[in-house]
């Protein structure tokens, strides 16, 4: 049976931010998302592909209601510049948090603000643009956080997060997606302990997070399985063959971009959830289990510390109370 595409429910009048959205599963998300009817902001470092994106999303869908916005997860202060520009719009109903370094250098850099550079980008970047815009998300809106594979793939060093000791390229990818993963599950449990606190405060008898935090990975979803897409899906023929070969185990980002867009749309959908494939790699999206690391709460705990510790300023989460 072929479930692609799955059904999307109406999305019109909802706000949704995609990071890292001019290539790869940040497109194809924002594509269908757009086609569902929401107003979708395309985030990316580079106005020039950010520009292609829109318009190969426009060329099949005239009317969709897509604009972007520039940020550099790199770079904090480029993340608070789109913050300030988010802050000035209209609430957010979803934030997929999508950008990421995925090729990874072969010996440690650092950003622009001295942190490890892979995770400066896929992790902090992201943390420090929810500590901006949380208290501007609306009541009942998704943060949906893109975690990997790869964390089944390796050990979790949370006393070295900057890998200041050791670094290869494969332990700074891996490792950042366990770090993300951990403060994605921390934020939740941080919402719940918020709406618990905001309940008992008016005597109410039960709580509900204002905003739901949850994860999805994609699968193995590769580009030479990807739909053509000029300007942001051009894989040549060699890469084409080569991934055609993993054909039995491997899937498009088209389809790895489902666990996604479900996370954001679905109504069988709540905090704390881990989403992806059904069959771990390749599927329709159905809930699975994440690593016992990641859900950790002394981990997330600590996680979360280094994280503050890195952008520079606390991340209260009881600010989104209403």
Not at 44 to 49: L, M, T, V, W
Not at 133 to 154: D, N
Not at 237 to 247: C, E, G, P, S, V
Not at 249 to 254: E, F, R, S, V, Y
Request: proline fraction near 6%; charge should be positive; aromatic fraction near 6%.
């Amino acid at each position: 049976m072929n479930w692609y595409p799955a059904a999307v429910p109406p999305q019109a009048g909802r706000e949704v931010l995609v990071t890292g959205a001019n290539a790869g599963l940040g497109f194809f998300t924002s594509a269908r998302l757009a086609r569902a009817g929401a107003h979708v902001t395309l985030s990316g470092r580079d106005p020039g592909r950010l520009a292609a994106a829109v318009a190969a999303i426009r060329e099949r869908m005239p009317r969709a209601a897509v604009d972007t916005l520039v940020i550099d997860t790199s770079s904090l202060d480029s993340v608070r510049a789109g913050v300030d520009r988010l802050l000035d719009r209209a609430p957010l109903d979803a934030v997929v948090l999508n950008a990421g370094m995925v090729h990874t250098p072969s010996r440690r850099h650092e950003s622009v603000d001295g942190n490890e550079l892979v995770l400066a980008t896929n992790v902090l970047g992201h943390f420090a643009l929810l500590e901006g815009i949380l208290p501007h998300l609306s009541r009942g809106a998704r943060v949906v956080t893109l975690g990997s594979l790869s964390m089944r793939l390796s050990t979790f060093r949370v006393d070295d997060l900057q890998l200041a000791r050791s670094y290869d390229a494969w332990r700074a990818y891996a490792q950042s997606k366990i770090a993300a993963t951990s403060l994605a599950f921390e934020l939740d449990r941080r919402l719940r302990r918020a709406a618990t606190d905001a309940a008992e405060a008016v005597g109410a008898a039960s709580a509900t997070p204002r905003v739901h935090s949850l994860v999805v990975h994609p699968g193995y979803s590769i580009s030479g399985r990807t739909p053509r897409v000029p300007g942001v899906n051009e894989p040549n023929r060699t890469d084409r063959f080569a991934d055609a070969l993993q054909a039995a185990w491997a899937q498009g980002k088209h389809r790895g971009a489902e666990p996604i867009v479900h996370a954001v749309t679905a109504d069988d959908v709540e905090g704390g959830q881990y989403w992806g494939p059904v069959w771990l790699v390749k599927g329709r999206p159905a809930l699975a289990a994440s690593t016992r690391t990641s859900r950790d709460a002394r981990i997330g705990a600590r996680v979360w510390a280094a994280a503050e510790e890195a952008i520079g300023r606390p991340f209260e989460v009881p600010a989104v109370r209403a």
